[in-house]
């Protein structure tokens, strides 16, 4: 059981870096004049995919610990990246959900979700360092 939550996050974040692909292909045609093809819907939903992942995987983090050490927030950087994560995964999802549900011209908005969503993959990979070491300390 101890190994579906990083499994999760893992999943999680390799989906998170399509999401970013994919949209690095609409910033470089918006911002960069470049010629890209932008697959909105495949973004929207493997975006939401991926930050509805990682939700659980918070969720699933915290319950894990409570159910193996009958205690919360002893994992120290572990878990307060996660908690810094927290706010960005709902930025990055209501923005999402606002520009895919409105569709117009936007300059800020956009840049906004993908900065925020990038600092969550940043995030998620140091998540993976600090998690590798909790299993090391706790459970190997």
């Given at each position: 059981?101890?190994?579906i939550?990083?499994a999760?996050?893992?999943i999680?974040?390799?989906i998170?870096i399509y999401?970013a692909?994919?949209?690095?292909e609409?910033?470089?045609?918006q911002h960069m004049?470049m010629?890209?093809?932008f697959?909105w819907?495949?973004?929207?939903t493997?975006?939401?995919?991926?930050?509805?992942?990682?939700?659980?995987g918070?969720a699933?983090?915290?319950?894990?610990?409570r159910l193996?050490?009958?205690?919360?927030l002893?994992?120290?950087?572990?878990?307060?990246?996660a908690?810094a994560?927290?706010?960005?995964?709902?930025i990055?999802?209501?923005?999402?959900i606002?520009?895919?549900?409105r569709?117009?011209k936007?300059?800020?908005?956009?840049?906004l979700h993908g900065?925020v969503?990038?600092l969550l993959?940043?995030l998620?990979?140091f998540?993976?360092?600090?998690g590798w070491q909790?299993?090391?300390d706790f459970i190997?």
């Amino acid at each position: 059981m101890l190994w579906i939550h990083p499994a999760l996050q893992f999943i999680a974040t390799m989906i998170g870096i399509y999401a970013a692909y994919l949209g690095m292909e609409r910033f470089l045609s918006q911002h960069m004049k470049m010629r890209t093809q932008f697959l909105w819907q495949r973004h929207v939903t493997v975006g939401r995919i991926a930050i509805i992942l990682w939700m659980l995987g918070f969720a699933g983090g915290m319950m894990i610990a409570r159910l193996k050490w009958q205690v919360n927030l002893v994992t120290g950087l572990h878990y307060q990246t996660a908690f810094a994560m927290a706010p960005l995964m709902a930025i990055g999802a209501m923005t999402g959900i606002y520009m895919d549900r409105r569709k117009a011209k936007r300059t800020f908005l956009p840049l906004l979700h993908g900065a925020v969503n990038i600092l969550l993959l940043f995030l998620a990979f140091f998540q993976i360092r600090t998690g590798w070491q909790v299993i090391k300390d706790f459970i190997l």
